[in-house]
């Protein structure tokens, strides 16, 4: 994804599969839902933590780059 300094961004986990009863643990420090909004100041990556109710996990990430 490209941005530009300063911009928010919205990311929406979709998940599928398991247990459907999924816990969200976002590298941002926002756990417990399935989208967050972040201000991007630089490039970075937001990397997501889905447990299901079974305890199986899976990571995911999105790599945001700004450009000037």
Not at 14 to 43: E, F, H, P, R
């Amino acid at each position: 994804t490209l941005l530009c300094t300063g911009n928010q961004v919205g990311i929406k986990a979709l998940v599928s599969g398991g247990d459907s009863v999924y816990a969200y643990q976002w590298s941002t420090g926002i756990n417990g839902v399935d989208s967050i909004t972040v201000n991007v100041t630089q490039d970075t990556t937001i990397r997501l933590f889905v447990r299901d109710n079974c305890g199986s996990t899976v990571l995911d990430s999105v790599r945001i780059r700004l450009v000037n």
